[in-house]
Each structure stands twice: as structure tokens, then as C-alpha cells.
């Protein structure tokens, strides 16, 4: 194939995705407009709507303890936890030191090449 019959198909390829794209845009709004109630109409006015419910106070509130609803204290020293990872992380960052150490001499970096 010459570059003309090339370039001719290229076009024509692009052509085509872009009306099937723009074919398949209308058809999803269309499709996501039918789970849509309809508009109003204008000459209502707005007499017909009904006003919003009045929110009452969860009667069950009034019964949980104070302790309960207020901000939880945070502790005041290192816990469990935050040793472990403190001590995580510090394995990690020894193993990549020892890690570069291992690479960085001359008989393990010939080691890891490839042979051909």
C-alpha cells in the first residue's frame, strides 16, 4: 500500500470513531434522562408545594452519657503500636543500607548482569 491509500483509510477510520462517538453521548443522556421525573411546569408557581417537616430532637440522646458524647482523650505516652512501627521502620531503613553496601561492591554488581 502506498501513503495515499494509507492516509485515505486513516481519515476514513477517524471519521467513523468520531460519529459513533458522538452517536453514543446522545444516546446516554437519553438513557439517563428516563430515571429523571420531569420538569414542572412554570405556571404552578410554587402554591402546590408542601413545606418541609418539622425535625425534632432524637429523644434518645438526652439519655447517653455525657462521657460518651464528648472528644476521646488521646494518650499521653507512646503506646504498643507506635514502638512497633517506630522499630519497623528502623528495620527497614537498615536493610536498605545494607542492601546498597551489598550492590554497590564490584563482584555482586557483576553477579547480577545478565549473560547474553
Given at each position: 500500500?502506498?501513503?495515499?491509500?494509507?492516509?485515505?483509510?486513516?481519515?476514513?477510520?477517524?471519521?467513523?470513531?468520531?460519529?459513533?462517538?458522538?452517536?453514543?453521548?446522545?444516546?446516554?443522556?437519553?438513557?439517563?434522562?428516563?430515571?429523571?421525573?420531569?420538569?414542572?411546569?412554570?405556571?404552578?408557581?410554587?402554591?402546590?408545594?408542601?413545606?418541609?417537616?418539622?425535625?425534632?430532637?432524637?429523644?434518645?440522646l438526652e439519655k447517653v452519657p455525657a462521657i460518651l458524647l464528648s472528644e476521646p482523650l488521646?494518650?499521653k505516652r507512646k503506646t504498643h503500636g507506635d514502638t512497633l512501627v517506630?522499630?519497623?521502620?528502623?528495620?527497614?531503613?537498615?536493610?536498605?543500607?545494607?542492601?546498597?553496601?551489598?550492590?554497590?561492591?564490584?563482584?555482586?554488581?557483576?553477579?547480577?548482569?545478565?549473560?547474553?
Amino acid at each position: 500500500m502506498d501513503d495515499r491509500t494509507k492516509t485515505f483509510y486513516s481519515f476514513f477510520v477517524l471519521a467513523a470513531a468520531l460519529s459513533t462517538a458522538g452517536c453514543a453521548y446522545n444516546q446516554q443522556s437519553r438513557f439517563q434522562m428516563s430515571f429523571l421525573p420531569r420538569a414542572p411546569h412554570s405556571g404552578s408557581g410554587g402554591a402546590d408545594t408542601i413545606p418541609p417537616p418539622v425535625v425534632s430532637v432524637n429523644p434518645y440522646l438526652e439519655k447517653v452519657p455525657a462521657i460518651l458524647l464528648s472528644e476521646p482523650l488521646l494518650p499521653k505516652r507512646k503506646t504498643h503500636g507506635d514502638t512497633l512501627v517506630q522499630e519497623a521502620d528502623q528495620a527497614l531503613q537498615r536493610a536498605k543500607k545494607a542492601y546498597r553496601r551489598t550492590i554497590s561492591t564490584p563482584r555482586a554488581r557483576n553477579s547480577t548482569r545478565l549473560s547474553i
